[in-house]
């Protein structure tokens, strides 16, 4: 009988999805530290929605997509598709449903929690990834838009950007709504393959774009996107007013005059901005740097936005009868922790801890006397936690990069001392253990 060759599992991750190192998880708390300090100033509620979410109450806001349940990670439980969060709005608007005669209104939240995304994943964007969101809830007051933007600047800026490193830039749906009611453009599908159309124009160019409005484009994989079907003289209006420099609807203008009122400064209006989430329904903002982010191969890459948001005053609605209007913002916050250790310079200190080496395992409990002295002084500190010979021992000090070794042998036992090793300098001395911490705290 021939045996089956066992297959192992593969090492590798999935397209998308990243290990997260201790350098980067450190940064990473650090924003979040800092998001938290600006959101606690401006008076927001902190709130937690679960991961998953019944598909219908995602998938029909999904942005990009001809099918309700693409673009997420779902299975059926009982008979219902349920779905990991796409992202942390349409969550929201299902909490301020299910609570809407609790919560105050406005309701200003904000949360912090992983989405997960099933779509081509590129630098720095990831089919999971930890989000940021900002929103009220309840208000037609554009004084809430422009408060958004203002409060993301002094989050960056707590960050370590400055205000040359990044812009607020801002437009609005009715801009482009205007337009479409000029091009006659009327099928609510045509509508929003435009509109997805225009959202690529930083990354692909207007040339490339025009052949998305039109009959169609197939990119450099062979791939083809079905276009919008506009004829020239539609797409040529498009480009013009798309082009045009200076904001006409009121709500950008309204809101202009709010960050004057802040002396908020750092935005710029772009018409070619066309945030795709289809939701949106007045101003609209992106955060864009302004500064060179580099792959794993130190090339500087087209990044595009870390963030961005806008007003959707008809999604509560859609789960009853609610008259709700809202606006918000986000960061995605794995993607701005890598652009931000390109550009600044942390200088993290991580201390690692101080490794009692094991002689012999009958002497554990005097072992576990002097780690209690240590740790009892707040020092970072532990047993050899593997098993092997002191050579082993000290290749995992000095793996782990511990700042010192403490040897407690049978003889140091008997004259109540230690002997302690400086692993940066290999400095070795004998200390009495009444002297340990003080010695200690001399190296790390």
Do not use: H
């Not at 393959?193 to 062979?222: C, N």
């Not at 509560?316 to 550009?343: E, H, W």
């Not at 101080?354 to 002084?377: H, P, Q």
């Not at 400086?422 to 200690?440: P, R």
Request: charged share 35%; hydrophobic share 35%.
């Amino acid at each position: 009988m021939v045996k089956e060759k066992k297959i192992k599992p593969s090492k590798e991750l999935p397209s998308g999805f990243q290990d997260r190192q201790e350098k980067e998880l450190l940064i990473r708390d650090f924003v979040i530290s800092n998001i938290k300090e600006v959101m606690i100033k401006y008076g927001f509620q902190y709130l937690e929605t679960p991961s998953f979410e019944y598909t219908e109450s995602i998938g029909k806001f999904l942005p990009d997509k001809e099918r309700p349940g693409e673009g997420v990670f779902s299975f059926e439980d009982e008979s219902k598709w349920m779905s990991l969060r796409y992202d942390l709005t349409a969550p929201l608007a299902r909490y301020v449903a299910k609570n809407f005669n609790e919560i105050p209104k406005p309701f200003k939240r904000y949360q912090l929690g992983i989405v997960w995304r099933n779509e081509k994943p590129g630098p720095g964007r990831y089919r999971e990834f930890l989000q940021f969101d900002a929103d009220y809830v309840g208000t037609k007051n554009l004084q809430a838009d422009a408060e958004l933007c203002v409060l993301i600047s002094e989050i960056l800026e707590k960050c370590g950007l400055e205000k040359k490193d990044y812009t607020v830039k801002i437009s609005s749906r009715n801009y482009t709504s205007e337009i479409f009611e000029k091009l006659k453009i009327n099928s609510e599908e045509q509508i929003s393959m435009t509109i997805r159309s225009l959202d690529k124009v930083k990354r692909l160019g207007w040339e490339e774009v025009k052949k998305l409005l039109g009959k169609g484009r197939t990119d450099k994989s062979g791939d083809f996107t079905k276009g919008a079907n506009l004829d020239d003289s539609q797409i040529n209006y498009l480009e013009k007013k798309i082009k045009e420099i200076k904001p006409e609807s009121e709500d950008v203008l309204e809101v202009i005059k709010i960050f004057e009122a802040y002396n908020f400064t750092n935005f710029e209006f772009d018409p070619s901005l066309v945030r795709g989430l289809e939701y949106y329904t007045g101003p609209i903002f992106e955060i864009d740097l302004n500064f060179d982010v580099k792959n794993s191969k130190g090339k500087a890459i087209q990044f595009g936005s870390i963030g961005g948001g806008g007003r959707y005053d008809n999604l509560v609605s859609n789960f009853g009868n609610f008259d709700c209007p809202a606006t918000g913002i986000s960061i995605g916050i794995d993607r701005f922790v890598y652009a931000l250790m390109q550009k600044k310079d942390f200088k993290i200190k991580t201390i690692k801890p101080v490794v009692i080496c094991v002689f012999d395992k009958k002497n554990m409990r005097e072992y576990i006397d002097i780690l209690k002295k240590i740790r009892a002084s707040n020092i970072n500190s532990e047993i050899y936690p593997g098993e092997g010979k002191l050579k082993k021992q000290m290749e995992y000090a000095n793996k782990i990069e511990s700042p010192c070794v403490i040897f407690y042998g049978d003889d140091e036992i008997k004259n109540s001392e230690v002997k302690l090793r400086n692993l940066k300098t290999g400095d070795e001395l004998s200390v009495k253990i009444k002297n340990l911490v003080d010695e200690i705290k001399k190296i790390i």
